[in-house]
């Protein structure tokens, strides 16, 4: 990568031209051939004077730029390219010639014995001034993300792939983070050019890395190829895990784009399909390739475990992405759970208790993915759950608290979903004591973000419940439950939590205006749906825009036959019509029937 490419930027021109033509004039200067010696005591005096407040502007210009662009870089991208600005050769470049040629004039100004220095210090000055240019731009190519993404990822090298660097975190701060804040902040800003852009760089440089890589390497058709790979001092076991497989979140594995997106996705999985479903598509391609690769060239069975990881790893990736995809989410979750029951063949509960559980969680969490898809909804969670309580066996609340805890939220979640299918008060139950589990590691006042989230999912448990047993308290518990998330979510810092918890709060009044038939509740009911759209917004979370307003369609139906019958017939007609700019008959075609019906309905 970085060191076998080469650069003819505009900006590295200019800087070779002031180097040039400062060796030039100095080299002649020194042997007197521009005759500098023939100027007059006053006409060293006035140039001399003349360059300090030339070059003194020159200052000004350099720190007001440099000031203005990490300012910018800052607020739109990221903190971190605070140290590219500082480190850029252009801007090093120029800031020590002008320094330089600042004090030499001062020196030549303060005493005359010192003027045979305007042999040095004519060049100097108009080196500095050419500086100026070459640093201009270069600040303004530092200023278009694609540009800072590429020039991280050029400095990087194939082997600094195999360092153990990125164990440390280290390697991955210096350039990885940046790129990951970049693509975060476009995201954010709704600027998914630059995301795309982002990744498909990212994704082009770890193909031709890992490629570049393995050419180094013998095809491995049997043990002895194998054998001289490592007598070679390059084990395969270290190859494999440093370029495509991870032991934890921060090693090598975080290079390669699909797990960089893995990262990212949960924080982009509302994101309108017709933005990024091309680049995860063609990312998932990626991640076959690599597969593909690795199990071609690596098949012996002494490195069944290596390999197990891969798929484990690429399955993992493949499951969190899969979130921001409509039309292809349940091909690439079968994709998905292939992969983890492939790396359960080598990676059992005797050798490897904990990743095995690990993989047990994840394949659930597949599951549970594909029933919200709607794909054969009660088997698969059931299968979720199935997953999650093999993977409880081997967690120990006081031995792996955060694991123990994470599964016990996602088992909650199951139950939960289940709960709407069969068996409601057996698998609700189930669920609240699943959510409360895992409340016993991520409490309000360690951690109460992820104590927000749980709640946001643990009190619509009491909402089901409420619809076959005591309703009033139990819409009621609900409630309580949700306000607590909403203690801690705001529009502004949590827009997903917020509108998630605040949709869910509205359910909750909602079940309870018909338990108790009280027009307050209704009026809570529209109130809180309004309120989760300022969460849930059309341009960064469609999907929750659509849901809430298809919920508040029906919720203003349901206000028309109590109260002012055409204003709130009128207002569902509204609410059901944002609704399909999203629920369109092509990707959401349950949904779409679903409202167009009930349009009809209420327009006769």
Not at 183 to 197: G, M, P, V
Not at 277 to 303: C, G, W
Not at 536 to 553: I, S
Request: hydrophobic share 40%; proline share 3%; aromatic share 12%.
């Amino acid at each position: 990568m970085g060191a076998s490419k080469t650069s003819s930027n505009f900006e590295d021109f200019w800087l070779i031209i002031s180097i040039v033509i400062f060796a030039s004039l100095s080299f002649l200067a020194f042997f007197d051939v521009l005759k500098i010696y023939n100027l007059t005591n006053n006409e060293i005096s006035w140039f001399t004077e003349s360059a300090v407040q030339a070059i003194a502007s020159l200052f000004a210009i350099i720190f007001s730029i440099s000031l203005v662009a990490i300012q910018l870089s800052s607020q739109e991208f990221s903190h971190r390219l605070i140290k590219l600005h500082l480190t850029n050769l252009h801007f090093i470049f120029s800031f020590s010639l002008n320094l330089v040629s600042l004090l030499l004039n001062l020196l030549i100004i303060s005493n005359s014995n010192f003027f045979f220095l305007i042999n040095y210090s004519i060049p100097l000055t108009i080196a500095a001034v050419l500086s100026l240019v070459s640093y201009i731009i270069s600040t303004a190519k530092l200023l278009v993300p694609e540009n800072v993404v590429k020039k991280y990822l050029d400095a990087l090298k194939p082997e600094d792939f195999l360092s153990r660097n990125f164990a440390d975190k280290q390697l991955y701060n210096t350039y990885l983070q940046p790129i990951e804040d970049i693509i975060k902040k476009s995201i954010k800003n709704l600027d998914y050019q630059t995301a795309i852009n982002s990744i498909t760089l990212i994704k082009k440089e770890m193909v031709d890395t890992f490629e570049l890589l393995l050419q180094d390497l013998p095809p491995t058709t049997n043990d002895s190829s194998l054998q001289s790979i490592n007598n070679s001092g390059e084990p395969f076991h270290h190859l494999l895990k440093e370029i495509a497989v991870a032991a934890n979140k921060m090693d090598a594995i975080e290079i390669t784009e699909f797990v960089i997106v893995s990262v990212i996705s949960s924080f982009i999985q509302e994101l309108p399909d017709a933005r990024l479903m091309p680049v995860f598509e063609k990312l998932d391609l990626t991640v076959d390739h690599i597969l593909n690769q690795a199990q071609a060239r690596f098949s012996s069975k002494e490195y069944a475990v290596e390999l197990a990881e891969l798929e484990y790893n690429i399955a993992d990736s493949r499951t969190s992405f899969s979130y921001v995809l409509a039309r292809t989410r349940v091909k690439i979750l079968n994709k998905a759970i292939k992969g983890f029951k492939n790396a359960l063949k080598t990676i059992t509960l005797q050798k490897f208790p904990i990743t095995y559980s690990d993989i047990q969680t994840n394949l659930g969490t597949a599951y549970r993915y594909l029933a919200d898809s709607e794909n054969n909804t009660k088997k698969n969670y059931t299968y979720a759950i199935s997953r999650f309580n093999e993977a409880l066996k081997n967690y120990k609340l006081d031995v792996h608290p955060f694991k123990y805890s994470n599964t016990q939220f996602n088992l909650g979640v199951a139950y939960r979903c289940l709960a709407k299918i069969e068996n409601r008060e057996k698998n609700c139950a189930r669920a609240i004591k699943a959510f409360k589990e895992s409340l016993n590691i991520f409490t309000l006042e360690k951690y109460p973000i992820d104590y927000a989230w749980i709640q946001a999912d643990h009190g619509p448990t009491y909402r089901l419940l409420a619809e076959i047993k005591n309703p009033e308290k139990n819409c009621l518990q609900a409630i309580k439950i949700l306000k607590e998330s909403l203690a801690i979510f705001t529009p502004e810092e949590h827009p997903l939590g917020y509108g998630l918890a605040k949709n869910n709060l509205a359910n909750a009044y909602s079940t309870l205006a018909e338990a108790t038939n009280s027009e307050e509740n209704y009026e809570l009911t529209i109130k809180n749906y309004k309120d989760a759209l300022e969460g849930y917004t059309l341009q960064k979370y469609p999907n929750g825009y659509a849901l809430v307003n298809y919920n508040l369609g029906f919720a203003y139906s349901i206000c028309a036959k109590i109260k002012d019958k055409e204003k709130n017939i009128q207002l569902a007609i509204q609410s059901f019509e944002n609704a399909l700019k999203v629920y369109t008959a092509k990707d959401f075609p349950a949904h779409y029937k679903e409202i167009s019906d009930e349009l009809k309905e209420i327009m006769k």
